[in-house]
């Protein structure tokens, strides 16, 4: 896997994917499954920065129907994904791979301050970068923060790994006629409203040419396969 088709990446990981089978937290064989498929990468020489969401722990927007200030619960939102970033750089390092955690907010000596040259430097060294707390500020989404990471850090794509396989026509858990995109073009995914990412997110990755490929991370193996060039999942580019 001397030629893979990604030098660098970034990887986006929903927080709920880290429950398993729990429902809630972080399933710790869950974990070991994700940093035993990324550190296989990483050895191969692929460079990968990620980002976790944090709805596994809380989410903010949910706690607004119950008094909490849109503000405080965003907040509350980047810490769970700190939770997450330390959790899985535990498990990568475990594993025999180095991880920085870099937060967007300062809170030393949990994690370093986020900074591009840093991150790069450390990426170029064979460690993993992960990238807590969002983008630092409230009303964005960790989509949002992942957009932004990718093309700060001058990634080839961003991989969104999922629980299904790609970009359907429809939600195919709930439509089993819907019919699943090799690749779709951003103008496509706007005039048929698909749900790939929020519209922050998408509008950032169609404006700095970075395509999005979305795939099931779930499914052992999936990872190493689309680096090394097989097609997996859904392409999302520029037409």
């Not at 983008?135 to 001058?154: H, K, M, Q, V």
């Not at 819907?178 to 005039?191: G, L, M, S, V």
């Amino acid at each position: 896997m001397s030629a893979n088709k990604y030098k660098r990446v970034l990887l986006k990981l929903s927080g709920e994917s880290l429950e398993g089978n729990q429902g809630y937290g972080i399933d710790p064989k869950k974990l070991e499954a994700y940093a035993a498929e990324i550190a296989e990468n990483v050895r191969q020489g692929v460079q990968i920065a990620i980002v976790i969401g944090g709805g596994n722990i809380f989410r903010g927007i949910s706690g607004l129907g119950k008094g909490v200030d849109r503000v405080k619960g965003d907040q509350m939102g980047m810490l769970a994904t700190v939770i997450n970033s330390l959790g899985l750089s535990a498990a990568l390092e475990a594993k025999g791979i180095k991880a920085v955690v870099m937060t967007a907010i300062r809170m030393e000596p949990i994690g370093h301050l986020y900074n591009k040259w840093e991150a790069i430097s450390a990426l170029e060294e064979g460690k993993v970068v992960i990238c807590a707390a969002g983008t630092g500020n409230p009303y964005f989404t960790t989509d949002t923060g992942s957009s932004l990471r990718a093309i700060e850090l001058e990634t080839d794509a961003m991989l969104k790994g999922t629980r299904v396989d790609g970009v359907y026509t429809a939600d195919p858990e709930k439509d089993p006629s819907a019919e699943k995109f090799e690749e779709i073009t951003f103008d496509e995914i706007y005039n048929r409203g698909l749900k790939v990412m929020d519209l922050t997110a998408t509008t950032m990755c169609k404006e700095n040419d970075l395509p999005i490929v979305v795939f099931n991370m779930d499914k052992p193996g999936n990872l190493t396969k689309l680096l090394s060039g097989e097609k997996i999942g859904t392409v999302v580019h520029n037409g």
